[in-house]
Structure formats: C-alpha cells, structure tokens
C-alpha cells in the first residue's frame, strides 16, 4: 500500500486548546513523495493538526500537545526541539495568500536571506524557486515589482515559491486554492502534482474533487477523529465507514 | 411639520451650531495670533538674540533651545517607546502584569505636565546631579512624551497583520528575525506619525522645563547639553506674563507665539506627510 519511506509518523497524538480537546488519538502516517489530503468538515481540526506539523500552535499560548509526530524519525512534539530548523524542513503555505508587501524577488529571497546564504547565490535560488512554482514564466520581467500587484493565483504559487526556496522536504498546504477562482486553482493543482517529485505534500483542503483529483492518500477527520485513512481512490470509491460515504457524498458538511 | 421631523432640525442644526463654536473659537485664536504677530516676523527677529533687556532684538536663542530640547527628547522617548511597545505587542503574555503596565502607561498620559517638571527637578537635576540644563530638560520631556511613543507604537504594531509574522516564523524565522524584518518594517510610518505628534506637544510645553533648564535669558547661546537655554514656550510666558514692560514686549510675544505655533504645525504637517511618502513607498 504505502511506498516509499515514512516521512512523517503522528502516534496518539492529542492536542489541547486550553481544556477543549481539539484532536483525539491520532494515528497514522504518510510516506514521502505523496500528495496527502487531509478532508473534513470544518471545525474538525484540519488546519489545527497541520499546523501541528511546524509546530506553529505554539504561538498559541494555551495550546498543549499529547504523544508523538515524529518527522524524519525525530519526534518534534518535544518541547526542547528547535522549532527554527523544523520549520525550515517542513515549509507552509496559508490558506489565504500572504506576500509580504516587498518586490517578487525579495518575497522569494526572504527565507533565505534570514538563513544567512551568501548575496550572489540568492538570485540563483530565486529563479530555481520560481521555477519550481511556474510562476517564473509570469514574473521573470517584473521582478523588482512589488508582490501585491499579482493576481490572487500568482500571489499563492510565489507563496509556494517562498516556501520552496529554503530547501524543505515537506510543505504543508492549508487550503490553498480557497481564495483563487477556478483557472488559478486548476493551475496550482497541476503545480501540487509536479511537486510531489521533490517534496513531501500534505493539504487540507473542503473540495472533495480537488482531493480526489490530486492526493494518493486521504485522512477523513471528524469532530477532531481520524475517522479513515487510506489511499485516494479507495477512500473516493470505496469507503470503509459509512460516515466517510455520507462526508464524501455530500450528506453532511 | 411633524415633531419627528422638528426634532430631526433641531438637533442637526444643535451639531451644526457646536461645529460653528469650535471653529470660530479655532478662527479668532489663529487671527488674533496672525495678525498681532505677523508684523513681528522678520529674518532679523529669527535669527537675533534678545536685546536691551528683551524689549528689542529677536527670538533667536529660545528657538535653537527648543530645537535642543526637542532632540534630546526624541533621542530618549522614541527608541524606549518603541522598545516598550515591541514587548508588550509582541512579547508579553495576557496577563495581570502587562494589563496593570498598560493602565500605568495611560494614566501617565493624563498626568498634569507641571507633575512631570517637579519630577524631572528631583530624578535629573539633584539626583542624577545634571544640574538645570538641556539634558535635564530633554528627558523630563522625554518622560512626558514616553506613554504617547509607546501608544503611538503599539497601535502601529497592531496594523501589522499576522500573516506576515506567521509568514516570516514558517520560513524558519526566529521571533526576533520575524519581528525585525517582517513588523517593524511596516510599522514604522505609523510609529514616527505618532511619536511627532508627542514630541510637537512636548516642544511647546513649558511646566516640565521651568525647573529643569529653561532660563530667563541667556547671553550665549548653550554649547553642550550641560548648558541652560531659552526655549519657545519659556520666552512667550515671560514676555507675556513677567516681563517689567509689558506693554512695550506685546509684539515680541505675539512673533513669538507666531513661531511657537507654526513650529508646532510644521511638525504635525511633517508627520502626515512622512506617514504619506512611507505609505506609498511601500505600497510599490
Ligand atoms: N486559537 C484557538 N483557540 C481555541 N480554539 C481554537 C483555536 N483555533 C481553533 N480552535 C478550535 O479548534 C477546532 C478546530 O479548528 P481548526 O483546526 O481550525 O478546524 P478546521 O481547520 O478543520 O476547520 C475548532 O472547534 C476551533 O474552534
Ligand atoms: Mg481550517
């Protein structure tokens, strides 16, 4: 079933805000190289688990966490971890397009100017990175334009660009074809598949044609449960619970 | 008519009438400034010294010392205001500590300036042995100035949306890198509109400097900060108030309350402007 090695392992994971528990005894994991989608209505805790996996719930000051999410075999639920060097291996990008208000260029170049490469490597970097998210193409005569005169589309691949830049092996999704119309999002789907040579892709997302279309596995949750986990097309054609066939076809959510 | 429609006229034209009031009350301060003191301005009156016992000459001296005491005041008040500001925004956790911070800096706020001065007297002058001088002067300023910077800052730091700070985290920022490349950047414009206005109300203060450093009259103009000096608001309050001829000084006072008051909007016109170009800067 799962091929390739494990990339990410989650082990009775709990997570806590304040005294609502928000994900109940998660277990499961997702092999590298795949796209995994993470479905489920919303509330359930898609973008809390996610954001578990660069521990960014830790701004949250009453978010606590329970068992183990082991990346690359190193367990980052532990409080002594480097969160920086996690977060520079397991990349994000936002549900809802975020470019800093800098040029193309500089948007790309941030992660890796705080990471300290040297100057005359970064423009190499940039146009690799930008590359990576077809947007070079696009961009390549407007670098030194500031990136908020992109289109909403173009807005979340530079966000996929920056992500890319500083070399992670996974990059977290959260949704992000949520704000961008049809053509855009058609666009950073083909650009989701192309990825997965490269990189570890996990992505929430509420559109089950969109996972369908894109993911090899799938993760139902419910009400903070991993309801099902397995591949794509059985989850889409051949649910083992009843409940995942009521989600997936629409009755509820 | 019906009543409702009666009390509809009325009280609109009740918010006129109060608009009407401030305005003019606005308009016969301006006019009564403007024209009693126009005829005073001269380049010779802005760049002499006071003569014949302050009844000839200009207002040179008062305006390098309030130009001083400006600096020193901004040097102290900005950079701990904004260092304020940076902890309790972005560092600080709810708790009863920072709420009861916050409530001292807005009670700060409100207290009279001339607390301030007696203040500045015991901490600058005979404690910290400074002696009556600019120094002194500046940072009694400066402590009045401090709940304005860090207001001003703060709100300033709160515009910055989040996603830019958890866009510069997931890069594999440190707090400190995210806060340093990705807030304070943007934060800026409306740090320095705020923190301008503070020190335009500081600049024309003149309890928290009558004890500290101002003098009465200075033959030199001051050489170091360890020096005492004139300053704009000082200068107005003796040729209004205690001047022996007072009479004969009116017009000094008026030039000089002309000076003091453009100096005061030229500083407000200053922060719009900034706040303007660092807005449209980084919009392209
Ligand atoms: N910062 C927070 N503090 C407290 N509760 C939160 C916070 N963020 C999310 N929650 C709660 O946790 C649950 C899961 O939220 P979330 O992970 O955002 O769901 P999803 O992404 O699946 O829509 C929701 O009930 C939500 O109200
Ligand atoms: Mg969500």
Redesign the interface.
């Known amino acids: 079933m799962e091929q390739g090695r494990k990339m990410v392992e989650v082990m009775n994971f709990n997570f806590f805000y304040g005294h609502a528990q928000c994900l109940k005894n998660i277990s499961f994991d997702i092999a590298a190289h795949q796209v995994t989608s993470i479905i489920g209505p919303s509330g359930c805790g898609k973008s809390t688990f996610l954001r578990c996996l ?1 521990r ?1 719930n830790d ?1 949250i ?1 009453s978010a606590r966490m329970e068992g183990s999410i082991k990346i690359d075999g190193q367990d980052i639920s532990a409080p002594g971890l480097d969160v ?2 996690l ?2 291996k397991v ?2 990008v ?1 549900q ?1 397009p ?1 470019p ?2 800098k040029s193309i260029f500089d948007n790309v170049a ?2 890796l ?3 300290g490469t040297v100057d005359k490597h970064i423009g190499d970097k940039v146009e690799e990175s930008l590359k990576n998210a077809v947007l070079w193409d696009e961009v390549k005569s407007r670098l030194h ?2 990136a ?1 005169s992109l289109s909403g589309g173009q807005q979340q691949r530079l ?1 996929v660009a ?2 890319l830049a ?1 070399a992670p092996e996974i990059v977290l999704m959260d949704e992000p074809a949520s704000a961008l119309d049809p053509v855009a999002t058609a666009k950073l789907e083909e650009l989701i598949i192309r990825l997965k040579q490269k990189y570890t892709i996990i992505i929430v997302t509420h559109n089950m044609q969109q996972a369908a279309r894109i993911s090899d596995m799938t993760a139902f949750f419910m009400q903070g449960d991993l309801v099902e986990f397995g591949l794509t097309n059985q989850i889409f054609t051949r649910p083992k619970k009843q409940i995942t066939e009521e989600y997936i076809t629409g009755r509820f959510g | 008519m019906k009543s409702s429609d009666i009390k509809q006229f009325l009280g609109l034209n009740a918010l006129r009438l109060c608009m009407a009031v401030v305005l003019l009350i606005l308009f016969v301060i301006f006019y009564d400034i403007i024209s009693k003191g126009a005829g005073k301005i001269s380049w010779a009156f802005l760049s002499q010294p006071p003569r014949n016992g302050m009844t000839e000459g200009g207002i040179f001296p008062a305006i390098v010392g309030t130009f001083c005491v400006t600096v020193i005041t901004a040097v102290f008040a900005i950079p701990f205001g904004v260092g304020c500001a940076i902890y309790l925004n972005e560092y600080a956790k709810d708790s009863w500590i920072t709420r009861a911070i916050r409530m001292a800096i807005r009670n700060l706020s409100g207290v009279p300036s001339i607390v301030y001065g007696l203040f500045g007297v015991v901490l600058f002058v005979n404690m910290m042995q400074f002696g009556t001088c600019i120094l002194s002067a500046g940072l009694t300023l400066g402590l009045m100035t401090l709940p304005w910077t860090i207001t001003a800052s703060e709100e300033a730091l709160k515009s910055i949306p989040n996603a830019y700070r958890e866009g510069s985290l997931a890069l594999g920022a440190t707090k400190w890198q995210a806060i340093r490349t990705n807030v304070l950047p943007y934060a800026v414009p409306g740090m320095l509109t705020g923190s301008i206005l503070g020190l335009a109300r500081a600049a024309g203060e003149t309890a928290p400097i009558l004890f500290t450093g101002a003098a009465f009259s200075l033959p030199i103009l001051p050489s170091s900060v360890k020096d005492q000096f004139m300053a704009l608001p000082y200068h107005l309050y003796i040729m209004s108030t205690q001047h022996q001829a007072i009479v004969k000084v009116r017009p000094i006072a008026y030039g000089t309350a002309l000076v003091l008051i453009a100096l005061v909007f030229f500083m407000n016109f200053g922060a719009v402007v900034l706040r303007y170009h660092l807005r449209k800067q980084k919009k392209d």
């Open positions: 660069n960014m701004l000051p920086v060097s977060r520079k990349g994000m936002f809802k975020n800093f208000p941030y992660g100017r705080i990471n334009e500031s908020l966000c920056r992500a500083i």
